[in-house]
C-alpha cells in the first residue's frame, strides 16, 4: 500500500480531525447550492475580431486546449483579478532596478 505525504496543512487537520464537528444539514445545504452555482456554466453569444479568433485558436492548440476552454479560463482568470499581465511585470521591475 502506497504512503500518503500531507502537506503541513493537511497535516494539521489531520492530527486536529476530532476538533471538527460535521455540518448541520442546513449547512451543508447551502454549501452544496453555493458549489453547484459556481459549476453552473452559461452560454453567451459573442461578436469577436476574426483574426483574434484565429489567434486564440492557435494559442489554444499550442496549449494543448480547445480554443472555448483558453476564452473561459481567460475570463475567469480576469474577473477573479488572476490575470497577469507579464510585460507590466518586466517593466516594473526594470524601473525598480533603476531606481534601486
Keep these: 500500500m502506497k504512503k500518503t505525504i500531507l502537506?503541513?496543512?493537511?497535516?494539521e487537520i489531520e492530527n486536529?480531525?476530532?476538533?471538527y464537528k460535521p455540518a448541520s444539514p442546513a449547512k451543508r445545504k447551502k454549501i452544496e447550492a453555493i458549489i453547484q452555482r459556481a459549476n453552473e456554466k452559461k452560454?453567451?453569444?459573442?461578436?469577436?475580431?476574426?483574426q483574434?479568433?484565429?489567434?486564440?485558436?492557435?494559442r489554444a492548440e499550442h496549449e494543448?486546449?480547445?480554443?472555448?476552454i483558453?476564452?473561459?479560463?481567460?475570463?475567469?482568470?480576469?474577473?477573479?483579478?488572476?490575470?497577469?499581465d507579464q510585460k507590466n511585470i518586466v517593466k516594473s521591475i526594470r524601473l525598480l532596478k533603476l531606481a534601486g
Excluded at 44 to 49: A, E, K, P, W, Y
Design 43 to 50: 452560454n453567451i453569444s459573442l461578436r469577436v475580431n476574426s
Design 52 to 58: 483574434d479568433i484565429d489567434l486564440l485558436k492557435l
Design 16 to 19: 486536529n480531525i476530532s476538533k
Design 70 to 84: 483558453l476564452i473561459s479560463s481567460i475570463l475567469h482568470k480576469f474577473v477573479s483579478e488572476q490575470l497577469i
Design 64 to 68: 494543448g486546449v480547445p480554443y472555448q
Design 7 to 11: 502537506d503541513n496543512y493537511e497535516q
